[in-house]
């Protein structure tokens, strides 16, 4: 059954606010560094019941090996990701982009900026609801354009996917249960005290607090 050839899901926000934003934080991950991925992507008949949804990624990172991490001022709204969709063939195809902001002149910060251009990589962000999307998987990110002023206090960096992706962002999805953000904030570099430890403050917790 083509599950995209109907419509099952609406939504309505008329009695509930509706979480905006995003953690000011990327952690920008080589694809050279993955030991497996699993991608989810579909509908799941569940009877009379609307279909259940998946459009998730679980990966896990080789030994030793951890996420790069770039952060910005939590008071700011500067790191904001996007998707544009367009068409080919009637079918739609995704340009991923994200942005945030890259300052000062050292060493470190010129190779930062000549890697972010050259390397294999995909971005993951957390979105304040607590949901952590997956941005360029499918054909890695690289820098548009830009001008660095350091002078001027740096620049904004803008990435875009490579190629239009096949899928919107993905979602994420931990190996353990609400592990999501406690992956995110150890950079995707977890052994299993880690884990545990992860999966008792978010249980503890809540919810995520910046």
Same mark, same amino acid.
């Given at each position: 059954?083509?599950?995209? +050839?109907?419509?099952?899901?609406?939504?309505?926000?008329?009695?509930?606010?509706?979480?905006?934003?995003? *953690?000011?934080?990327?952690?920008?991950? !080589?694809?050279?560094?993955?030991?497996?991925?699993?991608?989810?992507?579909?509908?799941?008949? !569940?009877?009379?019941?609307?279909?259940?949804?998946?459009?998730?990624?679980?990966?896990?990172? +080789?030994?030793? +090996? @951890?996420? *790069?991490?770039?952060?910005? !001022?939590?008071?700011?709204?500067?790191?904001?990701?996007?998707?544009?969709?367009?068409?080919?063939?009637?079918?739609?195809?995704?340009?991923?982009?994200?942005?945030?902001?890259?300052?000062?002149?050292?060493?470190?910060?010129?190779?930062?900026?000549?890697?972010? @251009?050259?390397?294999?990589?995909?971005?993951?962000?957390?979105?304040?609801?607590?949901?952590?999307?997956?941005?360029?998987?499918? $054909?890695?990110?690289?820098?548009?354009? %830009?001008?660095?002023?350091?002078?001027?206090?740096?620049?904004? *960096?803008?990435?875009?996917?490579?190629?239009?992706?096949?899928?919107?962002?993905?979602? %994420?999805?931990?190996? *353990?249960?609400?592990?999501?953000?406690?992956?995110?904030?150890?950079? $995707?570099?977890?052994?299993?005290?880690?884990?545990? %430890?992860?999966?008792?403050?978010?249980?503890?917790?809540?919810?995520?607090?910046?």
């Amino acid at each position: 059954m083509d599950y995209l +050839k109907n419509l099952y899901y609406g939504q309505d926000r008329t009695c509930q606010g509706t979480q905006k934003g995003y *953690i000011q934080k990327v952690v920008l991950v !080589n694809k050279s560094d993955l030991e497996s991925y699993n991608i989810e992507s579909e509908l799941i008949d !569940n009877g009379n019941l609307e279909p259940l949804a998946k459009h998730r990624i679980n990966f896990k990172l +080789k030994e030793n +090996k @951890s996420g *790069i991490l770039i952060e910005n !001022n939590q008071n700011s709204q500067v790191i904001v990701p996007n998707v544009n969709a367009t068409y080919s063939d009637e079918l739609p195809r995704y340009t991923h982009s994200l942005q945030f902001a890259i300052y000062d002149v050292t060493e470190r910060t010129k190779w930062l900026l000549m890697t972010l @251009s050259k390397a294999d990589y995909f971005a993951t962000v957390l979105h304040k609801s607590g949901v952590v999307e997956v941005y360029g998987f499918e $054909f890695g990110m690289k820098t548009d354009g %830009y001008t660095f002023d350091a002078g001027d206090g740096g620049a904004i *960096i803008k990435l875009s996917s490579i190629e239009n992706e096949f899928h919107l962002p993905l979602n %994420y999805k931990s190996n *353990i249960n609400n592990g999501e953000i406690g992956d995110f904030e150890a950079l $995707f570099n977890l052994d299993e005290m880690q884990y545990q %430890y992860n999966a008792y403050t978010i249980s503890y917790n809540g919810s995520y607090t910046s």
